[in-house]
């Protein structure tokens, strides 16, 4: 009655393009850099066998993965040389999220990510890589019935729910997404990517051409202001189109039980998260988001990282004015309360605050302060910067406890304030050196899910106590 | 706040002094190695001297008293409603874990533990591991029944 079935043969392009994009630049390096004059062995062999084994590899993978939706459970068998049979209980699978990228837009299908308890963090349980629109559709009713029948009604449905359109709690506007990226510190990594991109070029450029050539283009220090300019933007043009294709059509949606998400440019993603499942609440601000009164909202979400981002933790707002994420916040999770007011940490943690960043910086600096002597010196100004850093963050730490919720919050370039309510604590932690024990000080550390410890440092010893008594 | 009640074995401490002296025969060689090559390439002499002297003083505090302190503040307790251990010489931690928050208790006997009739018991939260380490055996059996009987589902666990 259950027939095995087998992914839509676009995956097998899918799986392909994968491996290549993979490949590419150990592949660029073996063929271009390894031959500086064309030989048929490394410029056509060496490509054409990789090309031949990987489309080689995605044909039997796509034919040997074959899955079954029964009443109960997913059926999978995968594998060429080791079969792999698993099965997933519906009742048990507690997320799952649909995209849609460039391959499965070519075929009108569908990518279905499906994340049970229990698992490792951040790896979906199964993915079916393309399956069609109407079958994404089953496997999601076939989930709410199983959850119906087990007595709990959690609805996991990314698509039927999606038309309503009265329940949208928040939209990304696109002059957003220009913000976002421009304030993100995204700028700086394309910029990063493409200087380190430009000295890879290095061996194959023959350098005395170029330098030559070169001196002709940049006669002038102008010049060479105009080519950062220009280096600049288009790093910038890079991050804006990074984010988005990631951001564009954000789109929140708040349901009875769950927080929709769906959102993307060309590679669309649905994703439906359990609010059940969600742990806390992370509010984010660099610096200059928060000059703006920015900030991002992140849910900590028990299970792997749906989204693809960071472990753990799920994009709710990726750019959002402050009083408008407290809004947004109130109106999917009403029992968090997000609040300014914060327990500030005793004066006589100060001094350490303003110390740590000064003794950090020192180690590297002071030799190099000491071997470049005239203008090394001037090195030394870091110090105090460093130092008025470390007063501003000790003014941004702090924590709070009201009701049944937990609010701790630290951070020196970007501020981090966590928000979770006592049951969703699996441990916590005082602790203290001998320093810090002298000065009748805490540092408090909360674990909320593996790999994300909250702490803040240097709090009053009776404080901390409190709180700790307090989990209990 | 007040101390905690129950202490790990005073075995404990024979076993980590077994364990940082077995570690230091690994750091012996790092010492000779260097030592010899100042040696033989006529380095200053008073560096051997020096490796040779830091090489006893870590010996001293590694096997001799660091155990016994690490020993000294072990402590734990376990009541029905949560668990608590403290410990570290330098830094003093005390952690909190409500019993509702354990996952699962394990019983762990390494062949040096098993000769002195020790064990650890771990203890697994969703998101971390605690483990008391080098208790009596049959007092690591009777914690990790008792763990798991205090342990209760509840129904908003993830």
């Given at each position: 009655m259950f027939e095995k079935k087998r992914l839509h043969p676009i995956s097998i392009f899918s799986y392909v393009a994968k491996q290549w994009r993979d490949m590419l630049l150990p592949l660029f390096m073996a063929v271009v850099l390894k031959a500086r004059e064309v030989s048929m062995v490394w410029n056509i062999a060496v490509p054409a066998v990789a090309l031949f084994y990987t489309t080689l590899a995605g044909f039997f993978t796509w034919l040997r993965f074959t899955y079954q939706i029964n009443d109960e459970e997913l059926y999978i068998e995968q594998g060429i040389f080791i079969r792999q049979k698993s099965s997933i209980p519906?009742?048990?699978i507690q997320g799952i999220s649909l995209s849609i990228g460039f391959f499965q837009r070519l075929a009108g299908v569908v990518q279905v990510h499906i994340e049970t308890a229990g698992n490792e963090l951040g790896k979906a349980e199964a993915v079916l890589t393309a399956v069609t629109k109407e079958e994404a559709e089953q496997i999601a009713q076939q989930i709410r019935r199983a959850k119906e029948k087990g007595g709990s009604a959690e609805a996991i449905s990314p698509i039927s729910g999606s038309e309503l359109s009265d329940d949208i709690a928040f939209s990304l506007r696109f002059r957003d997404v220009f913000l976002l990226s421009a304030t993100s510190g995204g700028v700086f990594g394309a910029l990063a990517a493409?200087?380190?991109?430009?000295?890879?070029?290095?061996?194959?450029?023959?350098?005395?051409?170029?330098?030559?050539?070169?001196?002709?283009?940049?006669?002038?220090?102008?010049d060479g202001a105009l080519a950062l300019v220009v280096l600049f933007l288009v790093a910038y043009a890079l991050s804006v189109g990074r984010h988005l294709l990631r951001y564009a059509f954000f789109t929140v949606r708040n349901q009875k039980e769950t927080i929709g998400i769906s959102?993307?440019?060309?590679?669309?993603?649905?994703?439906?998260?359990?609010?059940?499942?969600?742990?806390?609440?992370i509010i984010k601000e660099n610096v200059i988001q928060r000059l703006l009164g920015y900030v991002s909202v992140h849910m900590i979400h028990a299970g792997g990282s749906l989204d693809g981002g960071e472990n753990g933790s799920i994009v709710l707002c990726p750019f959002v004015k402050k009083e408008r994420a407290v809004s947004v916040i109130a109106a999917c999770f009403p029992e968090y309360c997000i609040h300014q007011q914060f327990q500030p940490l005793p004066q006589r943690a100060r001094v350490r605050y303003m110390l740590r960043p000064v003794y950090v910086l020192a180690i590297p600096i002071s030799p190099l302060a000491y071997f470049f002597q005239p203008w090394g010196i001037g090195l030394l100004l870091l110090l105090p910067l460093a130092s008025y850093l470390g007063y501003k963050s000790y003014r941004m730490a702090g924590w709070t406890i009201s009701g049944e919720q937990?609010?701790?919050?630290?951070?020196?370039?970007?501020?981090?304030?966590?928000?979770?309510?006592?049951?969703c604590i699996q441990s916590i932690a005082t602790s203290a050196t001998w320093f810090q024990k002298r000065k009748q000080l805490?540092?408090?550390?909360?674990?909320?899910?593996?790999?994300m410890f909250f702490k803040v440092t240097d709090v009053d010893e009776k404080e901390a106590e409190a709180v700790y008594m307090w989990v209990r | 706040m007040v101390q905690l009640s129950k202490r790990i074995s005073e075995r404990a401490v024979s076993v980590w002094r077994i364990h940082a002296f077995l570690r230091l025969v690994i750091f012996l060689l790092g010492y000779?190695?260097?030592?010899?090559f100042i040696w033989r390439f006529d380095g200053p002499k008073w560096v051997v001297l020096l490796l040779a002297v830091l090489f006893l003083i870590h010996l001293f505090l590694s096997v001799v008293v660091w155990p016994l302190w690490r020993w000294q503040r072990w402590r734990y307790d376990v009541r029905e409603k949560e668990m608590e251990v403290e410990y570290g010489v330098w830094t003093r931690r005390r952690t909190l874990i409500p019993m509702s928050r354990v996952q699962h208790v394990d019983f762990r006997q390494g062949p040096l533990l098993k000769k002195y009739r020790l064990a650890s018991v771990v203890i697994f939260t969703a998101a971390t591991v605690h483990e008391i380490p080098a208790l009596d055996e049959q007092e690591a059996e009777k914690l990790c029944h008792v763990i798991s009987a205090f342990v209760k589902v509840d129904d908003r666990d993830v």
């Open positions: 519906f009742e048990r493409i200087s380190a991109f430009i000295s890879q070029l290095d061996d194959f450029i023959s350098y005395d051409v170029l330098y030559r050539d070169m001196q002709g283009v940049i006669r002038n220090a102008l959102r993307g440019l060309f590679e669309k993603q649905l994703l439906t998260v359990s609010k059940k499942r969600v742990q806390g609440m937990l609010a701790l919050r630290n951070g020196m370039f970007r501020i981090e304030t966590m928000y979770t309510r006592k049951y805490r540092t408090l550390a909360v674990a909320v899910m593996p790999r | 000779s190695i260097v030592s010899f």
